[in-house]
Nanobody, 122 residues
Framework: QVQLVESGGGLVQAGGSLRLSCAAS????????MGWFRQAPGKEREFVTA????????YYTDSVKGRFTISRDNAKNTVYLQMNSLKPEDTAVYYC???????????????WGQGTQVTVSS
C-alpha cells in the first residue's frame, strides 16, 4: 500500500499562484509515476498532469500548459504542482495519484490521495 497526502490548497485570487504537494508513504513508492487530477463541482474528475519516475516524461492537459508545472523529489517521496496565473475555472478538488505507468488515464493509477481544495476567486 502507498499512502498519498496532498497539501497546499487554499483560496487565491485570479492571477495568483499556489504550490500543491503530495507526500507518499507506506510501502515504497519507488518506480511509480505520479499524476494530478481535479474535480470541479458538478463535473467529472479530469486529468491535469503526470510525471514519470525519472521525471523524463511529463504530460499536461491543454488548459494548464504554460501555467502549471509538475515536479518531483524522489528523495523526499514528494511530487509538486506549481500553479501560476490561476483562473476561476481552475477551482476544483485536486487529487494526486500513483501508478506504474505515466498516463493521462485515471484507470492507470492505483493509489489516490484524499484531495485538496483549490478555490480561485475572480
Amino acid at each position: 500500500q502507498v499512502q498519498l497526502v496532498e497539501s497546499g490548497g487554499g483560496l487565491v485570487q485570479a492571477g495568483g499562484s499556489l504550490r500543491l504537494s503530495c507526500a507518499a508513504s507506506g510501502r515504497t513508492s519507488s518506480g511509480y509515476a505520479m499524476g494530478w487530477f481535479r474535480q470541479a463541482p458538478g463535473k467529472e474528475r479530469e486529468f491535469v498532469t503526470a510525471i514519470s519516475w525519472t521525471s523524463s516524461i511529463t504530460y499536461y492537459t491543454d488548459s494548464v500548459k504554460g501555467r502549471f508545472t509538475i515536479s518531483r523529489d524522489n528523495a523526499k517521496n514528494t511530487v509538486y504542482l506549481q500553479m501560476n496565473s490561476l483562473k476561476p475555472e481552475d477551482t476544483a478538488v485536486y487529487y494526486c495519484a500513483a501508478g506504474r505507468l505515466t498516463s493521462r488515464q485515471e484507470g492507470e493509477y492505483r493509489y489516490w490521495g484524499q484531495g485538496t481544495q483549490v478555490t480561485v476567486s475572480s
